[in-house]
């Protein structure tokens, strides 16, 4: 069950399939290559709605995110610790996680003020005229705030590293011809990889 793990949380995060993880789950390496693409695309659909709030994210921006991201992920920092047959014959897996730091360098205000800085340049300094705006002037400062909160995220990755060890179980269950994980449990792990504590999540 160590194995099954690993090579899940190895293909999600690290985008690397090995062939008993890929024998296991069935898979070819496109279809996990796919997989890891898909995990991708969540987290930077959750950047661009939930932390940098992109109201209207171009093909570039969503590029540069992926990419970004891809580098994110890149540093992420688990270790599959033990796995424990329970008496009920499903299996309980235990994970550390170190979380990427990158996003407790900035704040929603940080993000905010780039925003403002960029409607102050376009001559727009109040509500007023922030409502009276078009939605072509709009989507263009949103376009560039978006190229500036990445810019500033960019900035800090050199620093990148990895905060203090965090502890999690993984629950598999036997169904008989096939093993199930908990996927609200893959989903704490998920939540965990990148502290994302500055922006309430």
Do not use: C
């Not at 796919?34 to 930077?44: A, D, P």
């Not at 705030?145 to 060890?165: P, R």
């Amino acid at each position: 069950m160590k194995n099954y793990v690993q090579g899940y949380l190895d293909l999600t995060y690290l985008g690397q399939a090995n062939d008993d993880y890929l024998q296991e789950m069935d898979l070819t390496e496109e279809e996990a290559q796919e997989r890891y693409e898909q995990g991708l695309q969540v987290e930077v659909e959750f950047f661009e709605n939930a932390i940098g709030i992109f109201d209207y994210p171009t093909d570039e921006i969503t590029q540069r995110l992926t990419d970004l991201y891809k580098e994110i992920y890149s540093h992420s920092d688990y270790t599959v610790v033990s796995s424990n047959k329970m008496d009920s014959g499903n299996y309980v897996v235990e994970v550390t996680v170190r979380p990427i730091d990158i996003m407790t360098n900035f704040t929603s205000d940080d993000f905010q003020e780039i925003f403002e800085q960029v409607l102050a340049d376009m001559g727009v300094t109040s509500q007023e005229q922030l409502e009276a705006m078009s939605e072509e002037d709009y989507q263009k400062a949103d376009n560039l705030y978006a190229e500036k909160v990445l810019d500033l995220v960019e900035s800090q990755m050199a620093n990148i590293g990895n905060g203090e060890e965090e502890s999690y179980t993984v629950q598999i269950s036997d169904d008989g011809d096939i093993w199930t994980p908990s996927q609200d449990d893959f989903d704490a792990i998920d939540l965990a990889i990148i502290d994302y504590s500055n922006f309430g999540y």
